[in-house]
């Protein structure tokens, strides 16, 4: 089992629609959360992340994290075709030495359609 | 704003040839990584490393080999490509004082 489940997809969405992504994961010693995510051709960018448990907002973008679940979400509000990229989960059990390598999901391909 | 540089962004190398990708980060960042990154397989990790002159193979290390005699650079070096090398390589840092990584933008590689 991989320590990091994500849904590929692909996930299509109308414009103005709340989209909802997911990662589940395995190994409880993950505290850091966290989303990326990569334009067609691009590096992945960092979007959010977050301690432990609980909920984090930056405009219209959304990270939960529900440890006792093993489960994180990220929501966007008024999705926008802009959105349209490919979004990863990461984790990390800490933020340095040899456990501050990250595990990745395979990511989710969405697209926001006008 | 951090910036994690490579040196190519296409690069087209022939079976056998010895492969050298190079990544710079400006941000003082103490661990670099090696990525690619295949359709359907996501992200893995090749190597990575914590300090200068170390380094500690990945989940897929085999084929490759890596350098770091600066603390801003980190190289990846395909001592003999071969076609199933042929992907997207990404290399990122992180500050061990912050969460997460920083990417660069990439080098497709394609070896025939």
């Known amino acids: 089992q991989k320590e990091v489940e994500q849904d590929p997809g692909p996930l299509s969405v109308p414009e103005g629609a709340i989209v909802s992504l997911n990662c589940t994961y395995s190994n409880s010693a993950f505290q850091y959360f966290m989303w990326y995510r990569q334009y067609s051709r691009k590096g992945p960018e960092l979007l959010m992340y977050t301690y432990s448990s609980g909920n984090k907002e930056d405009g219209r973008f959304t990270a939960q994290v529900d440890k006792s679940s093993k489960y994180i979400s990220l929501f966007i509000r008024d999705s926008q075709p802009s959105d349209s990229a490919t979004y990863l989960c990461a984790m990390s059990a800490n933020r340095g030495s040899t456990l501050g390598r990250l595990y990745f999901g395979r990511g989710t391909q969405l697209t926001v359609w006008p | 704003d951090v910036k994690v540089t490579q040196s190519s962004r296409y690069l087209v190398k022939r079976t056998g040839e010895k492969v050298f990708l190079e990544c710079v980060q400006d941000m003082d960042h103490e661990n670099m990584f090696w990525y690619r990154q295949d359709p359907g397989l996501g992200l893995r990790l090749i190597y990575f490393s914590y300090d200068v002159k170390m380094k500690e193979k990945g989940d897929i290390p085999e084929g490759y080999s890596v350098s770091r005699e600066k603390k801003e650079r980190f190289s990846l070096i395909l001592e003999s490509a071969s076609t199933n090398q042929t992907s997207m390589y990404l290399c990122?840092?992180?500050?061990?004082?912050?969460?997460?990584?920083?990417f660069g933008p990439g080098t497709r590689l394609t070896v025939t």
């Open positions: 990122a840092s992180s500050s061990s004082r912050l969460a997460g990584g920083y």
